[in-house]
């Protein structure tokens, strides 16, 4: 089982509001966490209603993969979001809106 290095949250953050901003889609930081430990979750609102939701995991080999959530219904989302951060203080998030749900990562997507 191989296990990849982990990128620190922060720069992980800015790479993805970056590669957001060249493909022209806005993105922006809604919730800063720890610098280093961090984890991350990704909103993508499709509508005015419906959103998807990215977090960070592992696959079954340790590789990074992000899980997927939805499309679901923005409460619903919303209501994961503060679930997760009554978990985890250390949490980011980082919201986009893309009626296409697009992530700029090439890091396989499951769910």
Known sequence: ???????????????????????????????????????????????????LLLAQARDGEGRAVWMKTGPAEDAAIEAQLTKAISRDPDLWIVEAEDAKGRFPLDTPIIG
């Open 1 to 51: 089982m191989s296990m990849e290095a982990r990128l620190k949250a922060e720069l992980l953050v800015q790479a993805i509001l970056r590669l957001y901003d060249h493909q022209m889609i806005p993105a922006y930081l809604r919730r800063r966490g720890d610098a280093d430990a961090g984890d991350v979750l990704v909103k993508i609102s499709l509508d005015r209603s419906t959103a």
